[in-house]
């Protein structure tokens, strides 16, 4: 089986104890270990997939029980870094059945560092989304690493969740996110992440402005109305697969870890995309619970 390697943000989510309308709203919040990276991560520990994070966190109380649970969890903390002077990231972010509203309080997940390059060795996928690449200490990391993949073969995963408010400085990074596509192999954007990064298109154009770009594999995700697959010669649409949503958070996260599954195992992308449809579909409806492969195949692909 192969190896998936995963840098990014490792982060507390402090998430709305109730649905709301806008964050000015809530009164109580529950704290939920986050970061997409480290959510695909520790779903691929459950998935029973070989997968490596490289994230950092403070050195703080909040920095040692993400460390914890990903220990818990089975995965390893190796390379998960701890920062002497900036405090671990936080979120702020509402409960929601749609797109969530955020608020993101940056701190060491700024500044992740080049771990031993020996950390690839039998990887054959590299993922890395838009946080760490939006602030300049860990844009030279991720840009290192990129360079590095590529040299040694390794497929490079792109997750586009570019969001201006997110830029250092207040820098608008879309140009940039754009340019980091030529080597890209799989990218999954949300509609919501296509429509920041290059404004309002129908989902075709979407799609096909991924692949002028240079992604090869491109998976456009619709929230209800299901998902579009490309891999630039067939394109096709599938419905969601979920029926009850009690919360969309990680759903996106939840999609990536299906589609490592199987492409870890020697799937195409639009089996991979398939069987990530029905890993996001569990999440939103079995919200925080851990993934079961069996459960997730019975309930949503028998």
């Known amino acids: 089986m192969s190896k998936v390697l995963i ?21 109580t919040f529950e704290r ?11 779903n691929l520990s459950d998935l029973g997939v070989d997968a490596t994070l490289i994230s950092r ?7 040692q029980a993400l460390i914890d649970n990903a220990e818990n969890r089975h995965l390893e903390t190796k ?11 936080f979120v ?46 860990s844009r ?33 990074g879309s140009k940039f996110v754009k340019r980091l596509m030529s080597n890209v192999f799989l990218s999954k954007p949300s509609e919501d992440d296509a429509f920041h990064i290059f404004g309002s298109m129908h989902e075709n154009e979407y799609i096909k402005q991924f692949h002028e770009y240079g992604v ?20 096709k649409k599938f419905k969601s697969l979920a029926r009850h949503v009690i919360d969309t958070t990680g759903a996106g996260d939840g999609f990536w870890s299906g589609m490592y599954y199987v492409l870890t195992n020697g799937g195409n992308i639009f089996e991979a995309a ?11 409806e079995k919200f925080g619970e851990k993934l079961d492969r069996s459960l997730i195949e019975k309930e949503f692909l028998s």
């Open 140 to 172: 030279k990391t991720i840009l290192e690493m990129i360079d590095y993949a590529i040299d040694r073969g390794v497929k490079i995963c792109f997750d586009p969740n570019y969001r201006k408010v997110l830029w250092e400085n207040g820098k608008d």
């Open 79 to 89: 390379y998960i870094q701890t920062d002497p002077i900036r405090p671990t990231t």
């Open 92 to 137: 702020i972010v509402s409960k929601s059945k749609s797109t969530p509203q955020f608020i993101p309080l940056r701190g060491a997940d700024t500044a992740i560092e080049l771990p031993t390059l020996s950390v690839f060795d039998d990887a054959d996928f590299f993922h890395f989304s838009s946080w760490p690449i939006s602030y300049k200490r």
């Open 7 to 27: 840098v990014g943000e490792m982060l507390i989510d402090m998430v709305s104890e109730s649905y709301v309308d806008g964050l000015e709203k809530v009164e």
């Open 57 to 63: 966190v403070g050195y703080d109380p909040m920095g």
């Open 216 to 235: 090869k594999n491109v998976v456009l995700t619709l929230g209800k109305d299901g998902f579009v697959v490309s891999d630039g010669k067939k394109i």
């Open 274 to 284: 398939q069987f990530g449809n029905a890993v996001a579909a569990f999440r939103v």
């Open 32 to 42: 939920h270990f986050g970061g997409s990276p480290a959510n695909i991560a520790v």
